[in-house]
Each structure stands twice: as structure tokens, then as C-alpha cells.
């Protein structure tokens, strides 16, 4: 018999700005018993959020439309790689209402049904804590560390930071699965040494108009050449 989710496991992001929206969803999610972190300025980031998973991201539709335009950006390069359930709150209205990414507010759902059904199956994954830039390089993955570069799987990153980066892919993978990445384009054949990292997220052929592939984090230490990446705690 499989077990029902745990919701008490959870630990959501609630984004909202202070007022009696964001008092009503703090309410509702203290019924439900998830615990949750929250910021009222989708350009912050909670407290002692470095190094703390999340397994889904609940946004307060008003907040996110009154945020500037910058922090907006920002929080969207967070929110695609996260379940994410868009509320409004209108207590003559019946109360909170929860629409998902691409449904429209008649679709509305919710808030314990999208915990239960998106956040419960979501492998949790930290917030992006360093800075990210563009970076086209190529790269062979390993799936195991006596593989030689002859066996490598050819890909190319889009992006880099000091943790991680995104890797243009097409094969199977799995979430928490251990690859090499070998940076080799500026060393001679054979001579670069790979990087140890692990499968935080997917993004399968087909399923959006972006490029398919597999989000990682750096297990070991950082390649020289992507040092100069600065990490930040924002």
C-alpha cells in the first residue's frame, strides 16, 4: 500500500508583502502544520535561508505584481525551478484561492492539494545562493568516476556559478544522481580533471520551449576556471 505524503515534512517559501493576505496564508499553512520561511519583498531572501531546502513556493499574486520590474526578474529565474501555487486573497470572495502556473484564477485550487500533489513529490532544493552568469562551455559528463573521456556524454553549460551550473543534456537522468563533469575545452585531451556533482533538478525534452537539461551542484572544488564567479548571500 503506498504511503500517503507526509505534509508536516514540508518546507515551503511564502512570498508576500505584510497585511491581511499574508496573515490569512501564515494562518492556513500554521493549520496544515507545513513549515514555512516568508518575505514580503520578492527581492530579499529569508533569514538564514543559506543552506535550507524548500520543497515548493507559494507567491501572493498582488506582491508579485507590485514588485519592480528587476526584483521580478530575479525571483522568476528562482521560481522555475520550484512547484509554484500563485494566491489571492479575498475574504468576501471565500477566503484564499490558489492558482497554479498557467491556469487561470477559474482554475483555482486548493492550497493542501497542491502541497500534497505538486510539494510532497518535489526532492527539495535550496534556493540559489551565489550568482549566476552566462557561460558557454563545453563539457563531456561522466556517469562514473573511472569513465574515460571517450565514454563522456557531450553537453554544454549556459550558466555558471560558484555552485553549480546548467547543463545542456538530452539523456536520462534522476534527481540526486552523482555525475563527472569534465571541463576539458582548454587543457590538453585527457588532462582535465572532473567535477564531482549531484542532480538537483530536470528540464526534460518537450516539456517547455527552453533548452532541455539538468540543473547541478559542484561537489567538489570549485574548476579555476570558474573561480571568478563571487559568491553572494542576498
Known amino acids: 500500500m503506498r504511503r500517503r505524503p507526509d505534509i508536516a515534512s514540508l518546507q515551503v517559501l511564502l512570498v508576500a508583502e505584510p497585511g491581511d493576505a499574508r496573515s490569512a496564508y ?6 496544515l502544520g507545513v513549515a514555512f520561511d516568508v518575505i514580503g519583498d520578492p527581492g530579499g531572501w529569508p533569514a538564514g535561508a543559506e543552506g535550507r531546502t524548500y520543497n515548493g513556493i507559494l507567491l ?3 506582491t508579485w505584481i507590485r514588485c519592480p520590474t528587476r526584483d521580478r526578474e530575479n525571483l522568476q529565474a528562482v521560481l522555475e525551478h520550484f512547484p509554484v501555487l500563485r494566491l489571492l486573497y479575498n475574504q468576501e470572495q471565500g477566503g484564499i484561492r490558489g492558482v497554479s ?3 487561470t484564477v477559474r482554475q483555482a ?3 493542501d492539494g497542491f ?3 505538486e510539494c510532497a513529490g518535489f526532492h527539495p532544493r535550496p534556493l540559489r545562493m551565489s550568482e549566476r552568469r552566462d557561460a558557454a562551455r563545453s563539457v563531456l ?3 562514473g568516476p573511472d569513465q574515460t ?3 563522456g556524454e557531450r553537453a554544454a553549460t549556459t550558466n555558471v556559478s560558484a555552485t553549480g551550473c546548467f547543463v545542456v543534456a538530452f539523456g536520462r537522468f534522476e534527481v540526486g544522481q552523482e555525475l563527472w563533469l569534465l571541463f576539458g575545452e582548454d587543457d590538453p585531451p585527457g588532462q582535465g580533471v572532473p567535477v564531482r556533482c549531484i542532480v538537483r533538478w530536470l528540464r526534460p525534452w518537450g516539456v517547455s520551449r527552453r533548452l532541455p537539461g539538468i540543473g ?6 570549485v574548476p579555476v576556471k570558474l573561480q571568478p564567479v563571487r559568491v553572494t548571500t542576498r
Open 26 to 31: 501564515e494562518l492556513e499553512l500554521a493549520r
Open 60 to 62: 501572493d499574486l498582488p
Open 101 to 103: 502556473l498557467g491556469a
Open 115 to 117: 502541497l500534497l500533489k
Open 109 to 111: 485550487r486548493d492550497m
Open 149 to 151: 573521456p571517450e565514454q
Open 216 to 221: 547541478v551542484a559542484f561537489e567538489d572544488s
Open 141 to 143: 559528463i561522466l556517469r
